[in-house]
């Protein structure tokens, strides 16, 4: 039986009503009044829900008021007429392991966190219906060729979302490279001309995050593109708001010219508000702006030089490894980038809690955080990188061959802590960061030139100083 409520009620009340933004969504609405009847409504179904003095179970809660989707009226019911009042959730499944490629028979496994949840899948890229197979968590079967695979969950009246895997099957070698992932549509493209997208198949690229609200920036200047190529790539962790890496490639050409550096610091207008960094974030902070790629990589083009200066390449720095140490080392890359035919570099700093050094577990922020004294500065700061690094991939193509380096520096605000940069292999260096580097070689080539470091390739000391010069 529906009771609807008072005018009286409505009219005094009005001014405590609440609402629940409907939508698409797995959710039910289950209504079980004190006389045994059961009233459900799927949310897809309803445009809102309205709490008139509060919700189910408040003090102050008189009753519900609930929109189905092209009606003129709503369906309204008293809180004291009902013995519950239940928004019932249903779990997208997962599939295990996500988009990849494969070589062989894989093993597929979906699961739904919902008990008693139906899983319905396909694996010819349709979408999924009640029609299709199914089973109960867990869902196994294998693989062998390339598939893509569709799920959904159902638990009585309730859809839960698609979800997709892609296995490519390949047989070239290459099993780590950057695999296809749910952006992958709208991140490929051809680099010739405008780029599309962020091209993640490219050399520079380390694998990119499986981390959900991460974004992906790609820099260029249109009219620079075609002879000079893609400025630089970011990815950029949003819960953090942090780079985890800046990631570009080096060819004579980029640092030809010496265009006047433009400093010209900004916010990223490409990130969301809330999820970039802003200069007061670092006004009054006592940090400086650390690039990742420094203006002096790009001094081809005047507003390839400006597009550097974007706070979404910066890490917070101490000036004095800012302008020392760092300042060093990039410098030392310009020059391993003029002895090869083509330098794919990566350069980061850890934002993660915890990294791994000799064996141990320590800290890859420092507790201190970089808080601006702007209006619009954030209390709780950035986070402050322990440890700033570079991945190297030097080609040479008159021999065809390819060598690999890792630099490591202590993120140090003074003298009394200088220490200096580790060169190591690009190995360790992905024990250390969890990041898997270099990617797209192949694997037997990748798995050569990062196992192994040939320092006479890239450094030596002189004997009156310790900086690294080329060989």
Not at 29 to 47: F, H, P
Request: glycine share 6%; charged share 25%; net charge negative.
């Amino acid at each position: 039986m529906k009771t609807r409520l008072s005018n009286i009620a409505l009219i005094t009340l009005i001014a405590v009503m609440t609402m629940m933004s409907v939508g698409a969504s797995a959710d039910n609405i289950k209504i079980t009044l004190k006389n045994g009847v059961v009233y459900s409504y799927d949310t897809s179904e309803l445009d809102e829900v309205k709490y008139v003095g509060g919700e189910y179970g408040s003090a102050t809660g008189i009753g519900v008021k609930i929109y189905l989707k092209g009606a003129d009226s709503s369906i309204d019911f008293l809180y004291s007429e009902m013995s519950s009042f239940e928004i019932q959730s249903i779990a997208a499944p997962v599939i295990t392991p996500g988009s990849r490629y494969i070589t062989g028979s894989t093993t597929v496994t979906i699961t739904c966190d919902t008990p008693g949840a139906t899983i319905y899948y396909t694996t010819d890229g349709t979408d999924p219906t009640t029609s299709s197979r199914s089973g109960s968590s867990p869902v196994t079967f294998t693989v062998n060729e390339t598939k893509t695979v569709r799920a959904i969950a159902v638990l009585e009246s309730m859809t839960s979302e698609v979800v997709e895997a892609v296995y490519t099957f390949t047989n070239d070698g290459n099993l780590n490279r950057n695999a296809l992932s749910p952006n992958w549509e709208k991140n490929t493209g051809n680099m010739t001309g405008t780029p599309k997208s962020y091209n993640f198949w490219k050399l520079e690229f380390p694998h990119i995050s499986e981390k959900s609200n991460t974004s992906w920036l790609q820099k260029y200047i249109a009219e620079d593109v075609d002879e000079y190529g893609v400025n630089y790539n970011v990815e950029w962790d949003n819960d953090l708001v942090a780079n985890r890496w800046t990631c570009y490639r080096m060819d004579r050409k980029n640092t030809e010219e010496n265009v006047d550096r433009k400093d010209d610091f900004k916010a990223d207008d490409e990130l969301l508000e809330a999820s970039r960094s802003t200069l007061d974030d670092y006004s009054g902070s006592g940090y400086s702006r650390g690039h990742l790629c420094p203006a002096a990589d790009r001094k081809c083009s005047t507003a390839m030089v400006k597009q550097t200066c974007l706070l979404s390449n910066m890490q917070p720095q101490w000036q004095y490894h800012n302008g020392g140490q760092w300042a060093s080392l990039e410098g030392d890359v310009r020059k391993w980038a003029a002895r090869c035919d083509t330098l794919y570099v990566v350069k980061a700093a850890t934002i993660s809690d915890k990294v791994t050094l000799n064996g141990q577990q320590v800290d890859g922020v420092f507790s201190e955080r970089c808080i601006g004294t702007g209006s619009d500065a954030r209390a709780e700061g950035l986070l402050v990188p322990k440890y700033f690094y570079m991945a190297l991939l030097a080609y040479d193509k008159s021999s065809d061959t390819y060598q690999a380096m890792g630099v490591w520096t202590y993120h140090c605000s003074g003298a009394s802590e200088k220490v200096s940069a580790e060169y190591i292999t690009i190995d360790e260096l992905e024990q250390r960061t969890g990041i898997d580097f270099f990617c797209n070689l192949p694997d037997d080539i990748e798995a050569d030139v990062e196992a192994s470091m040939t320092r006479s390739y890239w450094i030596y000391t002189n004997s009156s100083s310790d900086k690294v010069e080329p060989r």
